[in-house]
């Protein structure tokens, strides 16, 4: 019940609302106030055809560009207890075929790798449509899907500004290694360079893109990760030819190894990374003449530089 004001009775009195009819009716002279009123709230009923099946669902799916029919089209299902009248029409639907069947099964990988990877859904709408596109030059015939979905993630996640290495996606993959992702990459690239005449862009990486995720695998402290961003800025200004993970992997070294708390071992940076050791400790010798310029000094001074091991030629 509410308040509200009623002409016959010139003053605020209780309403009570009856939903089966839509009326609002005063409960001190029964004057209907509004009749055939819509009630605008959440229609959580039961559509389900057996009573002990609870399934409050009112909606069907997001309307998704990227397919034919929009994610719209009727599908007839045969449910446990169907009887044989849904099982002929479901039969009769699936005989029809549905273009739309391969696309939709890429789409589901796309997210399951996604959400694995913990990335944004900017990403995944990115990914599912560069293989949208993929789909129709009608050249994702006989490859092997999950390297071809793996390759959409990695440029999309460069595109967006959120790189991810070759190995933490390979990590995520069971059907494709990381040489069979890294062609299948530069197949679409070769192939939407086709389509649009150039070639794609795919965002340039720096060293800087993986710092947060790599620091926050080695639990890092924020003073400790605010000196490995400082350093990796500083390090941009010497000819340093390494990769960007490379270097970020190899300035978080450096810095461990001045941390006061607790210093991880090569090892753990590594995996936290995905470089391996020799290409750290290769990328470590390139930086530590430079150390005492790039390191902050307000984190280390030239007299703490001294406990930097030195790298063997």
Known sequence: MSDTYCTDCKRNTEVVFDHSAGDTVCSECGLVLESRSIDETSEWRTFADESGDHDP????GPVNPLLSDAALSTVISRGGNGSAADASL??????????????????????????????VTTIKDRASEIYKRLEDQKC?????????????????????????????????????TKK????????????????????MEM?????????????????????EVKAVQETVQKSGDFDIRRSPISIAAAIIFMINQ???????PLRDISIATTVAEGTI??????????????IPEWYAKERDLKNLSCPRS
């Open 57 to 60: 669902n009112r909606v069907g």
């Open 90 to 119: 479901a039969r009769l639907q699936n005989r029809g075929g549905d273009p739309d069947r391969a696309i939709v099964l890429a789409f589901k990988t796309i997210s399951n790798m996604a959400d694995r990877l913990s990335l």
């Open 140 to 176: 994702t015939r006989g490859r092997n899907l999950e390297a071809l979905v793996a390759a959409c993630i990695y440029i999309a996640c460069r595109q967006e500004g959120k790189p991810r290495t070759v190995k933490e996606i390979c990590s995520i993959v069971a059907g494709a």
């Open 180 to 199: 069979e992702i890294g062609r299948a990459k530069e197949f679409i690239v070769k192939q939407l360079k086709v389509e649009m005449g150039q070639s």
């Open 203 to 223: 965002g340039t990486i720096h060293a800087g893109d993986y710092l947060r995720r790599f620091c926050s695998n080695l639990g890092m402290s924020n003073e």
């Open 258 to 264: 001045l941390s006061a708390d607790s210093k991880k």
């Open 281 to 294: 400790k290769n990328a470590y010798k390139d930086l530590h003449p430079h150390a005492a310029k790039i």
